[in-house]
């Protein structure tokens, strides 16, 4: 009732003319500020399948008449997401469709989400699944040397990982984040970083992958 009654008073004071083009940026703000928002009318059912050491994903859409491509992001925490796979759709079918995406570089933990991107370049995202793979890691985390001197102010860390990005955590005994580290490494061999500890004071610390079930504890002396 309230939007009929300001239009009506909209009229009353300004040209038809000037209230049609009023009218319309308001439609085109709508449309901008929903352009991030999930599409349900596109997208149906999101699952993830864990087997051994994969993840498979499916998913199926209701309709495809304006929705161009997905993207398949992941993430190891549910807060930084990577693109790792685009899936193109018919394009601009009115019928559904179904998809399945398997990822062979899984984590022990994994997060993921599709992100549909319609023809006009608007697009939105579907909610997040989390799979936990079942086999268990070949390459576990290292820290070198542990302990350290206080006098140091290099460790070693090395570590083989499944993705082209890796993200490590460091936390105090009380759980608190000190560090978080997003590094570019090479998938499928080990890498090897040196991480710079020279404003880290004496004390017990936790090293996380994380995505992964790995953490090392160490300790400045």
């Known amino acids: 009732m309230k939007l009929i009654y300001n239009q ?4 009353s004071f300004f040209p038809k003319t000037i209230y049609c083009l009023f009218f319309l940026l308001l439609l085109t703000q709508s449309s901008i500020a929903n352009s991030n928002n999930f599409d349900a009318d596109a997208l149906g059912r ?10 498979k994903l499916i998913w199926n859409t209701l309709s495809e008449t304006d ?34 995406f398997l990822d062979i570089n899984a984590w022990y933990s994994n997060y993921y989400r599709l992100k549909l991107i319609n023809f006009d370049g ?3 995202y579907s909610k997040t699944i989390i799979a936990k793979k079942e086999c268990k890691t070949l390459s576990p ?10 006098n140091s102010s290099i460790i070693n860390l090395e570590f083989t990982p499944t993705r082209a990005q ?7 005994m009380l759980g608190r984040t000190i560090q978080r580290l997003t ?3 090479d998938s499928g061999i080990s890498n090897k970083f040196e991480l710079d500890i020279s404003n880290y004071p004496s004390g017990t610390y936790n090293m996380i992958l994380v995505g992964e079930r790995q953490a090392k504890i160490f300790v400045i002396k």
């Open 122 to 124: 608007s697009f939105s």
């Open 183 to 185: 590094l570019d490494v």
């Open 46 to 55: 999101f699952s993830a399948k864990v087997k051994n050491c994969e993840v």
């Open 8 to 11: 009506t008073s909209l009229i």
């Open 141 to 150: 985390l290292s820290v070198f040397p542990n302990p350290v001197s206080a």
């Open 67 to 100: 929705l161009k491509l997905f993207e398949v992001e992941w993430s190891g925490d549910g807060h930084i997401f990577h693109k790792i796979h685009t899936e193109y759709t018919s394009g601009y079918s009115p019928n559904s469709g179904l998809y399945e």
């Open 166 to 172: 890796a993200q490590i955590l460091i936390n105090d």
